[in-house]
């Protein structure tokens, strides 16, 4: 599944409708569960007066449906979903005195409206009007937060479908599982059967009284709070290649590029390699982009931010919200390392960085007096965690960002998909596209010659990640046992 941008997807022609929640004025009620650090200083930082609340912030998913669209059956998908995921129902008030507040409408009070686009049936006009409405409607600010779009294709008896959000109310993970949800949703309402009832669909403000709890007995001495403090010694948030940005209008879009690095047989064949090192595919891809850093731009230090996935527990494996943190990745590789020994500092690297998994990077900063947001990330996320991932594809599933303006943020998301390993970045208009090109050419090579340099190294070490115990994992029901596998690889997705 590739992550990229709106206008990157092909829409086919076809009679497009936009679908808006609705709530009665009076449905909104004082709730006393916080937002979480991450949300409440995310709210804090946006001007309730931008006429553009969506520009650079949005994300969502496309896909098209397998059935024809029956606007009564999509109506009511909908509406069970919002139903079913209270962080969808769930809205801010503002007060200059204090930070947002959280209010909550009941699963009842939800409804759909549809609206006909009349005259828009062309796929590259229906793109640019849904680039342009998102970013005009979506907002941590104001409800709905979440919108949906339809483009009915009658000469194929299908539909392609687009949920986008402002990031409050979603994360990676919500814009894949998605996908499956709402298919499934769509036939329980076809052929009328009731929604399907799970203890995995759990409030993310729920996960907002924990992870505030967490946050507030964090204190300069707390082990997350020194690796921060031991990544940030300089004083700055680390950079990608600052030496070759060049000087560009603030007004343009940042580039961004999409690729497969390696096909199936070639990603196998590494995969193959790491099991015999006992290396994870994450510490791989680490210690493949550390190497492409020093060898592309002569940097034996290679700094970044991580995003992790923090679904603590079953209960929120189905649940839509921003389950994120962020955590410090410092990898250091001495003068002409091999990859098998930038294998060794990455995996030394992640490990580190466990310190920080389950601090809130927000808090963490506060309390390091830090105001600077990461200006470069790398994620990772083996798509394989997600139930009936291989139809993912056959849907043509994207996960989608909005187009960034920063003069100096690169990000990288690297995804072991079904048919291979894929890598998405955005950059500054400023960073030459060919010093990227470069960069990721390298960062493939490296990671191609995993394959050798295991078989002609030393035998495997032994060395490995604790497993559950057997009793542990049978004393699960089935259900639950592949629900735990799910959480345990993403959320040990840094290796």
Same mark, same amino acid.
């Given at each position: 599944?590739? %992550?990229?941008?709106?206008s ?6 076809g ?5 808006t ?5 009076d ?7 916080p937002?979480t650090?991450?949300?409440a200083?995310y ?5 309730? !007066?931008?006429p553009?609340?969506?520009r650079?912030?949005w +994300?969502g998913?496309?896909?098209e449906?397998d059935?024809p ?9 909908l509406?069970?979903w919002?139903a079913?995921?209270?962080?969808l ?6 007060d ?11 699963p009842?009070a939800?409804?759909?409206?549809e609206?006909?686009i009349a005259?828009l049936?062309e ?18 600010l104001?409800w709905p937060?979440?919108l949906a ?11 392609t479908?687009l949920?986008?959000a402002?990031h409050?109310?979603l ?11 709402l298919?499934t949703?769509?036939r329980e309402?076809m052929v009328?059967e009731?929604a ?5 669909? /759990? ?12 946050a507030?007995?964090?204190d300069?001495?707390?082990p ?12 700055a948030?680390?950079?990608? !290649? ?5 000087p560009?209008?603030?007004d343009?879009?940042?580039p ?8 199936l047989?070639?990603?196998e ?7 015999q090192?006992r ?7 680490f210690?493949?982009?550390?190497v492409?850093?020093?060898?592309r731009?002569g ?12 679904r603590?527990?079953?209960r929120?494996m ?6 994120v ?5 410092? +990898?250091?590789?001495?003068? /002409?390392?091999?990859i ?6 990455a ?8 310190a !920080?998994?389950d601090?809130?990077?927000?808090r963490?900063? %506060? ?8 200006? &470069? ?5 083996? +798509?394989?965690?997600?139930?009936g991932y291989?139809l993912?594809a ?8 909005a ?5 100096d ?10 048919d /291979?390993?894929?890598v998405?970045?955005?950059?500054p208009?400023?960073f030459?596209?060919?010093?990227m090109?470069? &960069?990721l050419?390298?960062?493939g090579?490296?990671? =191609? =010659? ?8 030393? !035998?495997?070490?032994g ?8 009793a542990?994992?049978?004393a ?10 799910n959480?345990?690889r ?5 290796g």
């Amino acid at each position: 599944m590739e %992550y990229t941008h709106l206008s990157e997807f092909e829409i086919r022609h076809g009679a497009l409708s936009m679908w808006t929640p609705e709530l009665a004025a009076d449905a909104w009620q004082p709730d006393d569960r916080p937002l979480t650090s991450v949300h409440a200083g995310y709210c804090a930082s946006v001007d309730p !007066a931008d006429p553009l609340p969506g520009r650079g912030r949005w +994300i969502g998913t496309v896909f098209e449906m397998d059935a024809p669209l029956d606007g009564a059956t999509w109506r009511e998908t909908l509406r069970r979903w919002h139903a079913r995921h209270e962080g969808l129902r769930t809205t801010v008030t503002t007060d200059p005195a204090g930070e947002p507040r959280r209010l909550v409408a009941a699963p009842a009070a939800v409804d759909v409206a549809e609206q006909p686009i009349a005259g828009l049936t062309e796929g590259t006009r229906i793109n640019e009007f849904l680039s342009g409405t998102l970013e005009e409607r979506l907002s941590p600010l104001v409800w709905p937060h979440c919108l949906a779009a339809t483009v009915e294709h009658a000469d194929t008896g299908d539909f392609t479908v687009l949920v986008a959000a402002d990031h409050s109310v979603l994360d990676a993970y919500s814009q894949a599982i998605l996908i499956l949800e709402l298919r499934t949703l769509y036939r329980e309402v076809m052929v009328g059967e009731k929604a399907r009832e799970s203890v995995t669909f /759990g409030s993310a403000a729920d996960f907002a009284v924990l992870e505030r709890a967490s946050a507030a007995e964090l204190d300069s001495d707390s082990p997350a709070v020194a690796t921060w403090r031991a990544f940030l010694a300089d004083g700055a948030m680390p950079r990608f !290649a600052p030496h070759a940005q060049r000087p560009a209008r603030a007004d343009l879009p940042q580039p961004s590029v999409s690729r497969r690095l390696l096909d199936l047989a070639e990603l196998e064949g590494v995969e193959a390699a790491l099991d015999q090192v006992r290396h994870r595919m994450s510490v791989a891809v680490f210690a493949a982009l550390a190497v492409a850093n020093q060898q592309r731009f002569g940097a034996d230090r290679m700094r970044t931010a991580m995003p992790i996935a923090t679904r603590p527990d079953l209960r929120w494996m189905e649940s839509m919200g921003w389950f994120v943190n962020v955590v410090p990745v410092d +990898i250091a590789l001495p003068p /002409g390392v091999g990859i098998a020994g930038a294998m060794d500092q990455a995996r030394a690297a992640l490990r580190r960085s466990r310190a !920080a998994n389950d601090a809130s990077w927000s808090r963490v900063l %506060y309390l390091l007096a830090v105001t600077e947001t990461p200006r &470069f990330g790398i994620s990772f996320l083996d +798509i394989r965690v997600l139930p009936g991932y291989e139809l993912v594809a056959d849907l043509r599933g994207r996960t989608l960002r909005a187009e960034s303006y920063s003069p100096d943020e690169v990000f990288l998301w690297v995804v072991r998909a079904a048919d /291979g390993l894929y890598v998405s970045t955005r950059y500054p208009a400023g960073f030459p596209a060919e010093v990227m090109d470069e &960069f990721l050419t390298a960062f493939g090579q490296a990671l =191609s =010659s995993i394959t050798a340099a295991v078989h002609a190294g030393p !035998a495997a070490d032994g060395r490995g990640e604790p497993r559950p115990s057997v009793a542990a994992e049978t004393a699960m029901p089935a259900d639950a046992r592949t629900l735990r596998t799910n959480t345990l690889r993403v959320a040990a997705q840094a290796g």
